[in-house]
């Protein structure tokens, strides 16, 4: 596997300027047998992934310092608590908690999961719609900072980024700036290769005795013990994978072995990595997006980038149907989408405030 270290010393280098740039549901649904309401129911990575080289790194106070500044938004988003979303009493005196919205023109309900593109200080969300489905794709939209560098409003409509059948909680940019997703409920991963508009490369999970069927996928951020090694989650069981890859000659990767760490409650979908140092996060830890549970977990994670199981504890409450996870490297903040959460319009992408950054 290449070295995402190479990548994020390059991401480093640059300028530190920046300017702005109907519920019908699958086959053994989620919506019938988990929590949430289908009536409306990184420390560290490299580039693509959730982070940068040295783990979440405290910015200075000088705004000058501020690494992806936009314009002044208005109206910026609305408060969670207006959806009934509460971060829970522990973390709410270090973070808040905002309501982005529907995503223009992404269809309405199910959502997959979400990233920014790999250019610094990206302007350019992708997200999955359709989710689940064979009709599945990935959208891009434009999004726009505030003075802060934060991602505050959607700018115009979103268009299809490409093909995504299938799409589920997992969406991650991986080596070689290979776009990785998980395929639920076929028990498959895809992968995009760079400025690909279909799924190049599709693999089958079972033969490696993964449980059916994966709903994120991530990667350790550089700064971690086992940085760059591959970690799937499968819904609804919570069967938690490492995934080796192997380069198969084409830009793409291949499967070799995968383990079974550990198996994680709540029907996990998406997840991302907290460096030790954030507020009230005093260990190595990820944050998880719990479909099934209606819930966003944190845990703990040991010398190989797993979770702790008995560390868990909540960090948002109050929500239906979290879906995917991302952090936004240049501000630290965590973004999640829904499936099936919310009937009345539609589903919609949430984003905590209070992390450190993790490149600047």
């Not at 270290?5 to 390059?10: F, N, P, S």
């Not at 938004?73 to 959806?83: K, M, N, Q, R, V």
């Not at 999955?128 to 064979?134: E, F, K, T, V």
């Not at 290979?178 to 498959?188: G, H, I, K, S, T």
Request: overall charge negative; aromatic content about 10%.
């Amino acid at each position: 596997m290449r070295s995402w270290l190479m990548i994020a010393a390059a991401l480093a280098a640059m300028a530190p300027g920046c300017s702005p740039d109907a519920d019908d549901t699958t086959d053994g649904s989620r919506a019938d047998d988990a929590g949430a309401d289908d009536g409306g129911a990184d420390a560290d990575a490299d580039a693509g992934a959730d982070g940068g080289a040295d783990g979440d790194t405290v910015p200075e106070a000088d705004g000058e310092d501020v690494p992806c500044p936009g314009a002044p938004i208005d109206p910026g988003p609305t408060p969670c608590a207006t959806l009934g979303i509460e971060l829970d009493p522990y973390y709410a005196g270090s973070y808040s908690c905002w309501d982005l919205g529907a995503v223009p023109g992404v269809p309405p309900q199910k959502y997959g999961g979400l990233t920014l593109t790999q250019e610094r200080c990206s302007t350019t969300l992708l997200i999955g719609g359709s989710a689940n489905y064979p009709e599945g794709m990935l959208y891009a939209i434009e999004v726009a900072r505030d003075p802060d560098g934060q991602i505050g409003a959607w700018v115009g409509t979103s268009t299809v980024y490409s093909e995504a059948a299938y799409n589920d909680g997992g969406v991650a940019f991986g080596p070689g700036g290979v776009l990785f997703l998980a395929r639920w409920p076929e028990n498959e991963m895809g992968q995009l290769a760079p400025g690909s508009t279909v799924t190049d490369k599709v693999i089958g999970l079972g033969a490696y005795d993964i449980a059916s069927s994966p709903g994120g996928l991530d990667f350790v951020p550089e700064g971690y013990p086992t940085a760059g090694a591959m970690k799937l989650v499968s819904w609804p069981g919570g069967e938690w994978y490492t995934v080796e890859l192997e380069p198969d000659g084409a830009g793409l990767y291949d499967v070799s072995p995968a383990t079974h760490e550990l198996t994680l409650p709540g029907g996990p979908e998406g997840f991302v990595y907290v460096a030790a140092g954030n507020p009230l996060f005093p260990n190595d830890s990820m944050l998880v997006s719990e479909w099934t549970a209606n819930a966003v977990a944190t845990y703990e994670i040991d010398d190989h980038g797993d979770p702790v199981p008995e560390s868990r504890r909540d960090f948002i409450t109050g929500l239906r149907g979290a879906e995917g996870a991302y952090r936004d490297p240049w501000t630290g903040d965590f973004f999640f989408s829904t499936w099936n959460g919310w009937s009345a319009g539609g589903d919609r992408v949430i984003v905590v405030r209070g992390f450190v950054p993790i490149l600047l």
